[in-house]
């Protein structure tokens, strides 16, 4: 809060003159009220930044309604907030702030990249039948301010965003690029300073979450069990020991009992990933992403594969039942 006051007293000292309301962008109602201040006390509303937003993260896997309605809300309803609200304004632009996101393949963004996916659709819509004078700017990453720099993203993925931010845009550049935008007449702008067609086509040729998340396994420094709700049980076969161990190993714990659960022991999608490529690697199961959402402690865990053993065993038996039927369809034919 006080940066955000530290940024109104800095825009007020170039001679600006800041109204600040908080309010959320998809409640009709409360933007109704902000609308009716700013015109009681400006005049006039000429334009509108709409950059609200809240980052997405995590796998598609694990994703709730809720989370990704939350996603949704800032950007889709908020959006159509806006356009409702002061759609009878002579408005000069709508500048909606959306993201590369929104065209590249980001793991970990569906719920976010298809919230700017919407912002690209409405603002190309609106051009289209000469409603709103709408722009969606498809941001790159900004270096020092903005979502890029702060949300908490996973320790997996820290080195992965500092690379990241390094290619970004500093603030002169993002101002400099939005004032140029707000003097065109497009609908959709991507702002960045890569090669973004080369971009785009890096982004879909890279390799699986999967396999870079068995790169990137490294050694942890081992630290105690943490104190759980369930009391240690160790191992009680071959199979729960190799998935206890390659969990120990990926999470840096001494010891994981059968009943203990992978997220209590600080798991998260990302380093799921890697427990899954690994037990893929070293026991040749038949595992996915969503295995260990499925089955969260060693036991459970060792059930989800012998059931997938025995699932395949099965299979293959009814696939061999099912030849032999049908040979002995073809000779009773013949002897026919």
Do not use: C
């Not at 994703?63 to 759609?87: C, D, H, M, N, S």
């Not at 659709?121 to 409603?131: C, V």
């Not at 105690?224 to 009680?236: D, H």
């Not at 099912?322 to 026919?336: V, Y």
């Amino acid at each position: 809060m006080s940066r955000r006051i530290l940024k109104v007293k800095a825009l007020e000292e170039l001679g600006a003159e800041v109204m600040v309301e908080s309010a959320d962008s998809a409640d009709r109602a409360t933007m109704q009220a902000v609308k009716e201040r700013a015109l009681a006390r400006f005049g006039a509303i000429h334009g509108i930044l709409h950059a609200a937003g809240v980052p997405g993260m995590g796998l598609i896997q694990s994703k709730t309604r809720e989370v990704a309605e939350g996603v949704f809300a800032p950007k889709i309803r908020g959006t159509l907030v806006l356009a409702e609200v002061f759609g009878d304004l002579p408005l000069d632009f709508v500048a909606l702030f959306s993201s590369v996101t929104a065209l590249l393949s980001q793991p970990g963004q569906s719920d976010y990249a298809a919230a700017n996916g919407f912002l690209d659709a409405f603002a190309r819509a609106e051009r289209l039948r000469g409603g709103l004078p709408a722009v969606s700017i498809d941001w790159d990453a900004w270096q020092e301010v903005g979502m890029a720099v702060e949300t908490e993203v996973p320790a997996e993925l820290k080195a992965w965003r500092e690379e990241s931010l390094k290619k970004g845009l500093s603030p002169a550049q993002g101002v400099e690029a939005l004032e140029r935008v707000l003097r065109s007449s497009l609908a959709q702008v991507v702002v960045s300073k890569e090669d973004f067609q080369a971009q785009v086509a890096e982004s879909y040729a890279a390799k699986s979450l999967e396999e870079l998340a068995a790169e990137a396994v490294e050694a942890r420094e081992v630290h105690a069990r943490p104190v759980l709700g369930s009391a240690y049980v160790a191992p009680r076969n071959e199979l729960e020991e190799k998935i206890a161990g390659i969990w120990q190993e990926i999470l840096g714990i001494d010891r994981v009992g059968v009943h203990d659960n992978f997220f209590d022991l600080g798991g998260n999608s990302l380093v799921g990933l890697k427990v899954v490529a690994r037990i893929k690697s070293e026991l040749q199961a038949n595992v996915t992403s969503v295995s260990l959402f499925e089955g969260p402690t060693v036991s459970a865990f060792a059930k989800l594969l012998q059931r997938s053993e025995e699932g395949e065993a099965g299979e293959a038996f009814e696939d061999r039942r099912s030849r032999g039927a049908m040979r002995r369809e073809r000779l009773r034919q013949r002897r026919g």
